[in-house]
Structure formats: structure tokens, C-alpha cells
């Protein structure tokens, strides 16, 4: 699977001792979350998907999704589209913001995503992938990567097929999600995919797909032998995952820890979470935003759901507070 000279994925060693990363979840990678999995210790964060067309049309909106907290030293960019020229402006337009990586998505299930020929629509035409990435490659000196999934449904597996095209036109490292676009989150990830994948080519491979847990991310690297993990709904409600490994890194012989966490902890980080929204976004649509966050701090928390069914209704800092002080009254009270 040789090609173009990709620029390489250029991380600092320290980074790749641990080598996990926020993958780009549509409406939760904000600004304010991708923060504080940094806080936390991810290696890499990704934003949000954005629109190349959008982003080329000077859409606002783009701007947002293209903004970072100071803490972010480094970053990376997730684009989709299905045009390699307009994918090849929007490189370009990134390329000022100066991320660490600018990936182009070729996973995306969604429907309306599909539909304008971008996402996993583009797993169907692998020439087509190599066209973009080339593209963007000739537009921009920023590394390029891509995020697959093993095929269109389990009747075309092709990952060998689309990431050869990626790569042999310049693409810098590739993301299997062990999933095909008919599965979208449902059933299991194919781990051994990534693992075929990661012994076969000339560039890094990220896994992706099942990893709720530190315990999952260093079976993952075990199991298939991939260079790094992408960690998407695992890291929803539990930016301390990147913590855990962080620390694994340097005490390897503690072994993966997910034992249960504070409340008093979980309270203190979803407060900090909520004031780096609200310092973005503004109180209104900080808090309205926020109301999954919280559902995803609290889950499994013993009277979370309570809590939860309160926090629907809330919409502002202080409606918030009272919550959190609620949760770390109720964590006092316990023996």
C-alpha cells in the first residue's frame, strides 16, 4: 500500500506513549468538551464534522465548530463532502487554523450525510476517495487522514480496497471503525478487521469501535496491534477514560483501572464542563446543549435518573448548580 509521500501524523513521543484520541462526535466534540478531554489527558482531539461546503461558502456556523480553547496546543480537523475540489478549498481554509491532522470522513451513517454523496456514501467508491485525498494533499502541507468503516453493508466488505486508495494518494493514517454503514452503532465492532488492516499497511491505524472503558482501549491496542484508539461514546460522560490511560502509560503494571468514580468528582468536572460552555456558546444555549452532557456524567449514578429528569427542564448555570450540589450532598450521605 504504497503511494504519494504522505507528511506525517506528527505527534510529540510523549503523545504516542498514549495514543488515544476524541474521535469527532457530531454535537458533542465542541469546543468546551474537547477542553476537557485535553484537561483529562487525551492525546488528540478532533472537532466536530464540518461541512466543506459550508465551510467554503464562509457559513458562521463553521467558525464555531473551528474554534479552540488555549489548552488545545494541538488539534485536528474533520471534514466531509464528496467534492475533491471544494474538499481540496476547505483543506485550505483549515490549514490557517493549523491543526495537527486535517481528516476527511468516509464513516458517517446518517442519512442526510449520505444522500449528498459524502460520508459512508463514499465507501462505495473507493477512486473517489483517492481523489479527494489527493486533492487536498496538492492544497495544503498539513497531513491528511481519512476515517473508514469496513464496507457499505457485510456484502462489500472493501477496507483494503479504500484505505489503498487513501493511502496510495497521500493519506498521512487511517481510522477503521469496525462497523459497516448498514450496522451503524448496533451489534459488534470488528476488531479483527482492525487488525488486518493494521499489519498490512505503510501508515498508522486508529481503532475505533467499542471501547466504553480504559479496559476496552488497551485491549483494543493488544488485540489488533493498531497505533492508536479513537474513542467516540466512551468518552461521553467519562472524559476520565483519557485520565486512566494517561496514567497506564506511566504505570504500566497498575494494570487498567475503571473502578467506580466520585460523584463529588463527577460533579466538580461537569461544573467546569458547563462553564466553558457557557463562556462559548452563552448561558441560554449552553445549558440547553449541557442537558445531555449531564445525562451522560450521571448515568449509573445511584438517584441519577432523578436528576436527570430534572436537568431536561434546565436552562441556566444555577438550575445546573443545585443538581450538582445535590449529587455531592447525596454522595456526603452515603455510608
Not at 484537561?39 to 482531539?45: I, V
Not at 477496507?159 to 494518494?169: D, L
Not at 438517584?303 to 456526603?332: H, I, P, W
Amino acid at each position: 500500500m504504497n503511494g504519494t509521500k504522505a507528511t506525517p501524523f506528527a505527534l510529540e513521543e510523549e503523545k504516542w506513549r498514549a495514543p488515544y484520541f476524541l474521535a469527532p462526535v457530531a454535537g458533542y466534540s465542541d469546543i468546551a468538551f474537547r477542553a476537557i478531554c485535553t484537561e483529562f489527558g487525551a492525546a488528540l482531539c478532533y472537532t466536530e464534522m464540518i461541512s466543506a461546503e459550508a465551510l467554503v461558502r464562509g457559513h458562521p456556523r463553521t467558525k464555531e465548530l473551528l474554534a479552540r480553547d488555549p489548552i488545545e496546543v494541538r488539534y485536528a480537523v474533520q471534514l466531509f463532502g464528496s467534492d475533491p475540489k471544494t474538499l481540496a478549498k476547505a483543506a485550505q481554509i483549515v490549514s490557517a487554523y493549523n491543526p495537527v491532522v486535517i481528516d476527511l470522513n468516509c464513516g458517517c451513517p446518517v442519512p442526510k450525510i449520505i444522500k449528498a454523496g459524502a460520508g459512508s456514501a463514499l465507501l462505495r467508491t473507493p477512486a473517489r476517495i483517492g481523489e479527494i485525498v489527493r486533492a487536498m494533499r496538492d492544497a495544503t502541507a498539513l497531513p491528511i487522514s481519512v476515517k473508514l468503516r469496513t464496507g457499505w453493508d457485510q456484502n462489500s466488505i472493501n477496507y483494503f480496497e479504500t484505505s489503498s486508495a487513501a493511502i496510495e494518494a497521500g493519506a498521512c493514517a487511517i481510522t477503521l471503525h469496525g462497523r459497516t454503514r448498514a450496522q451503524g452503532y448496533s451489534g459488534s465492532a470488528d476488531w479483527a478487521a482492525i487488525k488486518a488492516l493494521a499489519a498490512q499497511t505503510s501508515v498508522p491505524v486508529f481503532g475505533s469501535g467499542d471501547v466504553f472503558s480504559a479496559k476496552d482501549a488497551i485491549a483494543m491496542r493488544r488485540m489488533t496491534g493498531c497505533d492508536g484508539v479513537m474513542i467516540a461514546r466512551g468518552a461521553i460522560g467519562n472524559p476520565f477514560i483519557f485520565t486512566r490511560l494517561k496514567t497506564l502509560a506511566i504505570q504500566p503494571e497498575a494494570g487498567p483501572s475503571d473502578s467506580p468514580l466520585s460523584p463529588c468528582l463527577i460533579a466538580q468536572t461537569a461544573r467546569h464542563h458547563l462553564a466553558l460552555a457557557i463562556q462559548y456558546l452563552g448561558e441560554k444555549n449552553a445549558c440547553i446543549e449541557f442537558r445531555k452532557h449531564f445525562c451522560a456524567y450521571t448515568k449509573g449514578l445511584p438517584g441519577g435518573a432523578a436528576l436527570r429528569a430534572k436537568a431536561v427542564r434546565c436552562t441556566s448555570f444555577n438550575e445546573y448548580e443545585a443538581l450538582l450540589t445535590e449529587l455531592e450532598n447525596s454522595a456526603d450521605s452515603q455510608p
